[in-house]
């Protein structure tokens, strides 16, 4: 587990159900920041990210992505219809 932080999270997923595919999502980059700030170990992070408040904290990243992709789109698209 250790060593694959960020990756191999989707085979592991498949099977999970919609919702903590979804809680989990965000959960790569995330692992690797708590990583670097030296918060707990790895396996204890995943348990927190399926079942606790960093679940909701990934779900929560995710969210703050999606909104900046979100934007990106909105301006490039007022841009061509400016054109």
Not at 35 to 52: C, F, R, V, Y
Not at 55 to 69: Q, T
């Amino acid at each position: 587990m250790d060593s694959a932080v960020g990756q191999g999270f989707g085979e592991e997923l498949a099977y999970q159900s919609r919702k903590t595919r979804r809680k989990l999502r965000g959960k790569g980059s995330l692992m690797e920041k708590m990583m670097k700030n030296g918060e707990g170990s790895s396996s204890l992070i995943d348990l927190q990210l399926k079942w606790g408040s960093l679940g909701r904290l990934a779900c929560k990243e995710e969210k703050k992505r999606r909104g900046a992709k979100r934007d990106r789109w909105r301006r490039r698209n007022e841009m061509i219809k400016r054109e």
